[in-house]
């Protein structure tokens, strides 16, 4: 059985440019969750879809990073005008239900982000 | 919203000793606390977890505790091995909520 896939792995930017990272569950997993993993950090939740509902979102910094999951499988995430408090690693992971309620998330490599 | 505290950012231990990681957190209606594992260089992966109608689960080499009255919940390795070295994340949720992760443990093994 096929992972998390993640793509790109890694991304530099200047500030302000945009950079989108996609993902693609395991397959039959309806929840998604997007995570940023600073450097030396635990990873903190940004978002998480059950099929294509966004759920809670509320830890997105919404004025520059979105995303979405239109069909209920992969999912885009997008920041515009980076800065250099977004570098970390965006972690992707997938479960069966949600997380809390039936069990372990399944996480990808992750997207090492660098804003210079 | 949830807050978990994971007290020991490091921690070093001979090879074949027992190790113990601590975390607390602060809502008292989570009800499941998993922990995960990541080894140099690579994503998490889940390695035990514990809901709150249990005080106790093992699996092999590891032991979750958990009392609900501190709000405290603690994993332990018992003779520990090198491929045990990694950063292990505590992590707390309520029912159908996303994942609360404390800041990580690298666990240091050593012969």
């Known amino acids: 059985e096929a992972g998390v896939t993640q793509s790109p792995r890694y991304a530099v930017l200047q500030e302000g440019q945009a950079v989108s990272f996609w993902c693609d569950p395991i397959?039959?997993?309806?929840?998604l969750y997007w995570y940023q993993q600073p450097r030396d950090q635990g990873p903190q939740l940004l978002v998480y879809?059950?099929?294509?509902?966004?759920?809670?979102n509320s830890q997105l910094p919404s004025d520059r990073f979105s995303a979405v999951r239109p069909k209920g499988t992969n999912s885009t995430l997008k920041i515009q005008s980076a800065k250099q408090g977004d570098t970390a690693t965006y972690l992707c992971?997938?479960?069966?239900?949600?997380?809390?309620?039936?069990?372990?998330?399944?996480f990808g490599e992750g997207s090492k982000l660098t804003v210079l | 919203g949830e807050k978990v505290e994971q007290h020991e950012s490091t921690l070093s231990v001979r090879e074949g000793d027992s190790a113990v990681i601590n975390c607390t957190y602060t809502d008292t209606a989570s009800s499941y606390f998993p922990w995960y594992k990541q080894e140099a260089g690579k994503s998490l992966h889940f390695v035990i977890d514990i809901r709150s109608n249990v005080d106790r689960k093992q699996s092999q080499r590891l032991t979750v505790l958990l009392d609900k009255k501190a709000k405290r919940f603690s994993l332990h390795i018992t003779a520990t091995q090198p491929e045990d070295s990694a950063i292990y994340f505590c992590a707390a949720s309520t029912y159908a909520q996303g994942l609360t992760f404390g800041l990580g443990t690298r666990v240091s093994v050593f012969p």
């Open positions: 397959s039959g997993h309806d929840t």
């Open positions: 992971a997938s479960s069966l239900g949600l997380g809390g309620s039936t069990g372990q998330l399944y």
């Open positions: 879809f059950r099929d294509e509902a966004v759920i809670d």
